[in-house]
């Protein structure tokens, strides 16, 4: 295979007559590089002096008002904490009071109910006694009752033996009727 060779030409402008009448956009002109610079100089300087130290000091303050947030948002949380802490005591305070409480009426129920217990114990004592005071006096009137009487139906069965002047068969008859009247 036999090699071919390209060649390509390049057109290089001269700087004649052609180059002043219609200038090409890739010309690099000094001119142009130095009015660039220049006006890009202007423009910084501008707005170094105009909108820079307002949008630093715009920066500067919301970093403020954030550092200001979140040292205020820690002081929240702490104090937040504090009052955490200080209901949970007060919470645990009263749960102790109100065991205290429960604990109390218990004893004092218990010691009330022991009162009464006593108290109703001594008063059935007393009925007790009173009933069998009660019981041993009306045995005694019973008693006093029963032995009069004996006596008066021993003295009327003498008197009626003794007027009838009976024979003993008739005398215990006589015995045996009053004895089942009485």
Not at 140 to 159: N, T
Request: charged share 30%; net charge negative; glycine share 4%.
């Amino acid at each position: 295979m036999a090699e071919q060779t390209t060649t390509a030409t390049v057109e290089v402008p001269s700087h004649g007559a052609e180059h002043a009448a219609a200038p090409s956009v890739t010309d690099i002109s000094l001119q142009m590089i130095g009015l660039t610079w220049i006006t890009f100089g202007l423009v910084a300087a501008l707005l170094y002096k105009v909108a820079w130290k307002p949008i630093l000091a715009g920066l500067e303050k919301r970093e403020a008002d954030i550092r200001k947030a979140v040292e205020d948002a820690q002081k929240a949380r702490d104090e937040l904490a504090k009052i955490e802490e200080s209901r949970a005591r007060v919470i645990a305070e009263a749960d102790a009071k109100a065991r205290e409480i429960v604990d109390a009426a218990r004893k004092g129920a218990t010691d009330a109910a022991a009162t009464i217990e006593a108290k109703a114990r001594e008063q059935g004592q007393i009925l007790i006694a009173t009933a069998q005071r009660e019981i041993q006096s009306a045995q005694e009137k019973a008693m006093a009752a029963l032995r009069k009487e004996s006596a008066e139906l021993a003295i009327s069965l003498s008197r009626k033996i003794l007027r009838d002047n009976l024979d003993e068969d008739r005398s215990r008859k006589l015995a045996d009727e009053l004895i089942s009247q009485v």
